[in-house]
Each structure stands twice: as structure tokens, then as C-alpha cells.
T-cell receptor, first 114, second 113 residues
Framework: DAGITQSPRHKVTETGTPVTLRCHQTENHRYMYWYRQDPGHGLRLIHY???????DKGEVSDGYSVSRSKTEDFLLTLESATSSQTSVYFCAISAGSEATHGYTFGSGTRLTVV | AQTVTQSQPEMSVQEAETVTLSCTYD???????LFWYKQPPSRQMILVIR??????QNATENRFSVNFQKAAKSFSLKISDSQLGDAAMYFC??????????FGQGTRLTINP
């Protein structure tokens, strides 16, 4: 979707290094989300944001932190990457918390931790 | 917490035939939304169809339709006249109110020519 972009699209990093993934939206949506996708688990929520500087944890937040200093950008940081964090990471957006039409997703970032 | 279960990790169908993907969910609520997302090899998550729980009529979008059984907490996706472009991962998802979107494990659909 042209309104939401993720960078990088692919990344390989070494165990123990910090990694930051970026999500950028042009829709001026209030809500932004980070999910990870793993085989057999579907997509699981890591963190989400309901406004600038307002963030909260999802179900698999350990080892991750987020920041949102501007409406359009939501950053996901792995402070010290581990092999268990090898995954595909998706950012999503919604205008409101109700989101009765679901979320709009970015194209994902494939992260490999070696 | 709500859970969504897709019990078929993989499915396959012959081109032009019909296939049904299963999804069950666990909730004690009466008002919620259900979704099917398609994820082709490009990785993009595409909304296929949505169902409002308070509506008894099953949602339909062209060749895609659902069988929503509220009492049984079942939400299956039927794809008619399957096409090669339908090959993808399909995810069932649940949402209620301000709660976050919860996904099932996914079903990989293969279309045989």
C-alpha cells in the first residue's frame, strides 16, 4: 500500500547487535502497530502506538522497544538481536482504535539474525 | 484473551474448483468483526473479506464468500472457481472494539493447474 512503507525490506544482522526497523505512513493515522510473523503462529502483536509518544506492549514485546516521535514514523528496535528474533516484521496502521475495516499493512521486513 | 484457530496448515485445490478454508475462534462477546487476509508471495497483506458479527447474512466479495456460524464460532472462507492467482497464505483474524487484531496461524493454499 502506497500509504505505508517499511524499511529495510530485508536485513541480515549478527547476534547481539542493535537493529532498528522503520515504518512510515502518509495517511495521518493515529494508530500504528508492529507485528511479527512466524510459521505456525500467524501474526503476533509486538507493540502499538495510539499517538505521538504514546505506546504500549503487545503479546510478544520482550526484547523489543518502540518509539514514535512523529505521527508518520514508528520505529521498532531490537536492542540486542537474538536468533529467536529472526522473523518477518509487519507494520500496520488504522485511523482509530475500532478499525472495523481492519488494518492497512506495510510490505514487511524480513530480518535474519545469524 | 481471544484466540483464533486455523486447523489446516496447508490446502490444495485444482484450478477452477472450489475450496473452503476453516477458521474457529473463541470469544464470549456478541459484537465483533472477523476478517480474512490473503498474503501472496509478495508478502503484502490484502484484506479479502470482512464479516460483522451482528449481521446474519454471510459476506460475499466476487468469488470469495464466508460461512459464518456465530453459535459454533466458525468463520470459513469459500473460494469458487479457483485461479492460479489465489495461491497464497490466508489468515483469519478477529477484532472487537478497541482490542487489537488477533490472527490465526494461517493456511497455505496451493492451486494445481
Amino acid at each position: 500500500d502506497a500509504g505505508i512503507t517499511q524499511s529495510p525490506r530485508h536485513k541480515v544482522t549478527e547476534t547481539g547487535t542493535p537493529v532498528t526497523l522503520r515504518c512510515h505512513q502518509t495517511e495521518n493515522h493515529r494508530y500504528m502497530y508492529w507485528y511479527r510473523q512466524d510459521p505456525g503462529h500467524g501474526l503476533r502483536l509486538i507493540h502499538y502506538s495510539y499517538g505521538v509518544k504514546d505506546t504500549d506492549k503487545g503479546e510478544v514485546s520482550d526484547g523489543y522497544s518502540v518509539s514514535r516521535s512523529k505521527t508518520e514514523d514508528f520505529l521498532l528496535t531490537l536492542e540486542s538481536a537474538t536468533s529467536s528474533q529472526t522473523s518477518v516484521y509487519f507494520c500496520a496502521i488504522s485511523a482509530g482504535s475500532e478499525a472495523t475495516h481492519g488494518y492497512t499493512f506495510g510490505s514487511g521486513t524480513r530480518l535474519t539474525v545469524v | 484473551a481471544q484466540t483464533v484457530t486455523q486447523s489446516q496448515p496447508e490446502m490444495s485445490v485444482q484450478e477452477a474448483e472450489t475450496v473452503t478454508l476453516s477458521c474457529t475462534y473463541d470469544t464470549s462477546e456478541s459484537d465483533y468483526y472477523l476478517f480474512w487476509y490473503k498474503q501472496p508471495p509478495s508478502r503484502q497483506m490484502i484484506l479479502v473479506i470482512r464479516q460483522e458479527a451482528y449481521k446474519q447474512q454471510n459476506a460475499t466479495e466476487n468469488r470469495f464468500s464466508v460461512n459464518f456460524q456465530k453459535a459454533a464460532k466458525s468463520f470459513s472462507l469459500k473460494i469458487s472457481d479457483s485461479q492460479l492467482g489465489d495461491a497464497a497464505m490466508y489468515f483469519c483474524a478477529y477484532k472487537r472494539g478497541a482490542q487489537k487484531l488477533v490472527f490465526g496461524q494461517g493456511t497455505r493454499l496451493t492451486i494445481n493447474p
